[in-house]
Structures are given as structure tokens and as C-alpha cells.
């Protein structure tokens, strides 16, 4: 089983969505817990960033970490073709430097 | 501020050689970290180095290797080549000094290796 498990999708939603994506770790561990976005040919770049439990909102996009359940979720509201892209979740513990644990990835297209 | 820059961003190669991957940190930057990217695995941390030294290492064969140089560029070296080894390796760059506390990687656009 891997630390972390993400749906690989793909999901595809018309334009104006609200997009729930996903993540469960089984590592308690983890203590920063961050949201990547990739588009096609490009490297990861990054979303969202939380330390431990709680909300972060950023425009259109909110990151909620739920320690107690070993979940994490990222909400895109009114969603636009241009967030069509793989997001893929990461976390690390405490001092393990620039070592991330992924989750595989979703695929999200959004439709005009 | 340049990005991470990785070179070179293709190279195809057979099976037995081996290869050279270089990255180039954000400026100030002084760790980088390597990760591989399948379609199969996802995205697997290969190691990290700070100040020249490799301060986290992950699961993989001895055949990968890495090095950083006084300039924090770093080189990632994979040695007698596999079929498995076709992947997108990803390097990033970290401004944070420590291993512990926030710690965000900015990442390049990758070199992708096709081994044949």
C-alpha cells in the first residue's frame, strides 16, 4: 500500500465547476501537506501549502488538511479551461528536507 | 528571478549506457532535490543535496547517483541503463537552509529520458 493514495481520475467537469480533489495517507507523521499543479511538458508547480490541520484559501482555490482522518482535499470554485492540468498532492514530516511523498496524480480536464 | 533550469530536456539512449542530468537551482539557492516521474510509480524522491552534500536519500539502485558543486548545481548520473529508466526526472530547488520546518520546491521543467 502506498503513504499516500490519490485518484488518478481522469475527472472531467464543464466550465463554472466546483472541483473536489482528494488525497488519505496512512504516515501521521506527515506534518506539511501541499497541492502541485502540472500541466502537459511542464514541472510541477506549487498550489497550496498547509502546515498540519486547517483551511488555507487562495482565490478560487481551498486546501483543508484533516489530520484525525488522514485527509486532505483541494476545492477549485468556478473552474476555467485553463485549470485543466494534473494535480497531484505532496507531504513531507517534519525534517525530512526536500523529500516529498506524492500521490499518483488526477487528471482534470475542464470543459468550455 | 531564472526558474530551476534542467538540460538537457530530451535525450534518448540504449540500454547499458549511461547519462548525465544537469540543474541549475534558482539563484541563492543551495539545496536540490531529484525526483523521478513515471506513469506507472508517479513521482519518486531520488535524493537531495545541500552545500555539496547529500543530506536525504531514496529507494533507489546504486546505478543513480547525484553531486552538487560549489555553485549548488547539481548533476544526477544513472549508470548501465534499464527499459525502466524511460522517465521525466525532475529537479528541484529549495531555498530553505535547514531539513526541517517549510520547506517549498520549486521545480524544473524536467529532462525526459528514453531508454530503448
Known amino acids: 500500500q502506498k503513504e499516500v493514495e490519490q485518484d488518478p481520475g481522469p475527472l472531467s467537469v464543464p466550465e463554472g465547476a466546483i472541483v473536489s480533489l482528494n488525497c488519505t495517507y496512512s504516515?501521521?507523521?506527515?506534518?506539511?501537506f501541499m497541492w502541485y499543479r502540472q500541466y502537459s511538458r511542464k514541472g510541477p508547480e506549487l498550489l497550496m501549502y498547509?502546515?498540519?490541520?486547517g483551511n488555507k484559501e487562495d482565490g478560487r482555490f481551498t486546501a483543508q488538511v484533516d489530520k484525525s482522518s488522514k485527509y486532505i482535499s483541494l476545492f477549485i470554485r468556478d473552474s476555467q479551461p485553463s485549470d485543466s492540468a494534473t494535480y497531484l498532492c505532496?507531504?513531507?514530516?517534519?525534517?525530512?528536507?526536500?523529500?516529498?511523498?506524492f500521490g499518483q496524480g488526477t487528471e482534470l480536464s475542464v470543459k468550455p | 528571478k531564472a526558474g530551476v533550469t534542467q538540460t538537457p530536456r530530451y535525450l534518448i539512449k540504449t540500454r547499458g549506457q549511461q547519462v548525465t542530468l544537469s540543474c541549475s537551482p534558482i539563484?541563492?539557492?543551495?539545496?536540490v532535490s531529484w525526483y523521478q516521474q513515471t506513469p506507472g510509480q508517479g513521482l519518486q524522491f531520488l535524493f537531495e543535496?545541500?552545500?555539496?552534500?547529500?543530506?536525504n536519500k531514496g529507494n533507489f539502485p546504486g546505478r543513480f547517483s547525484g553531486r552538487q558543486f560549489s555553485n549548488s548545481r547539481s548533476e544526477m548520473n544513472v549508470s548501465t541503463l534499464e527499459l525502466g529508466d524511460s522517465a521525466l526526472y525532475l529537479c528541484?530547488?529549495?531555498?530553505?537552509?535547514?531539513?526541517?520546518?517549510?520547506?517549498?520546491?520549486?521545480f524544473g521543467a524536467g529532462s525526459r529520458l528514453t531508454v530503448l
Open positions: 528541484a530547488s529549495s531555498g530553505q537552509t535547514t531539513g526541517t520546518g517549510a520547506n517549498v520546491l520549486t
Open positions: 504516515n501521521s507523521a506527515f506534518q506539511y
Open positions: 498547509t502546515y498540519s490541520s
Open positions: 505532496a507531504m513531507r514530516t517534519q525534517n525530512q528536507g526536500g523529500k516529498l511523498i
Open positions: 539563484s541563492g539557492h543551495r539545496s
Open positions: 543535496y545541500f552545500s555539496e552534500t547529500q543530506r
